[in-house]
């Protein structure tokens, strides 16, 4: 299994603000996940993170609001711009290792006030 | 379409007994893969068990079994002796071999009652 570190666990920020979320995994990972879940619903893919690419962002999310960074293997940050309440939500990363199972950091749970 | 279907939203279980939460698949790919994963109040989606589509014998792993159904398109999950510690969301997701996104279910809401 990989083991995965998020920072900050969480945080309640201003609107207007921005968030950088760190994911940091113990392991080299080719594709790293980045998920948003809002609450009581289940998880959304907001972006996948290739190193050495740019991040492909599924639809209804898109770079100037979520970039991505994701600077080596084992790490990639996820910056939540311009927030305002509706983006209150657990923000997760996950990876998938050879064997094809799907593991995921504890989460960033983020309030925008 | 892909769809995962979980149609029990809560459930109360007796400590100590068995439980299955249910899960339907929809999907045309003949390769796939089929997770559970737990979600306790602090947030953290905790990964439990896998099965691949391929796979003859269902997974296993401790407490947690996956009764996969392949014809019937179900892959549910059995926790045996269940615990306080198990109350939790319980998430089913699927992913094709397409794609590589998860599908997720929408989730059950499992209180143990001691």
């Known amino acids: 299994s990989a083991v995965i570190s998020q920072k900050p666990s969480r945080d309640i920020c201003q609107r207007g603000t921005s968030l950088t979320i760190q994911c940091q995994v113990d392991s080299q990972v080719t594709m790293m996940f980045w998920y948003r879940q809002q609450p009581g619903q289940s998880l959304t893919l907001i972006a996948t993170?290739?190193?050495?690419?740019?991040?492909?962002?599924e639809s209804g999310f898109v770079i100037d609001k979520f970039p991505i960074s994701r600077p080596n293997l084992t790490f990639s940050t996820l910056t939540v711009s311009n927030m305002s309440p509706e983006d209150s939500s657990i923000y997760l990363c996950s990876v998938s290792n050879a064997r094809d199972e799907q593991y995921f950091g504890p989460g960033t749970r983020l309030t925008v006030t | 379409a892909q769809k995962i279907t979980q149609t029990q939203p809560g459930m109360f279980v007796q400590e100590k007994e068995a439980v299955t939460l249910d899960c339907t698949y929809d999907t045309s790919d003949q390769s796939y893969g089929l997770f559970w994963y737990k979600q306790p109040s602090s947030g953290e989606m905790i990964f439990l068990i896998y099965?691949?589509?391929?796979d003859e014998q269902n997974a296993t792993e401790g407490r947690y079994s996956l009764n996969f159904q392949k014809a019937r398109k179900s892959a549910n999950l059995v926790i045996s002796a269940s615990q306080l510690g198990d109350s939790a969301m319980y998430f089913c997701a699927m992913r094709v071999e397409s794609n590589y996104q998860l599908i997720w279910g929408a989730g059950t809401k499992l209180i143990i009652k001691p």
């Open positions: 993170a290739n190193q050495g690419s740019e991040a492909t962002y």
């Open positions: 099965q691949g589509s391929y």
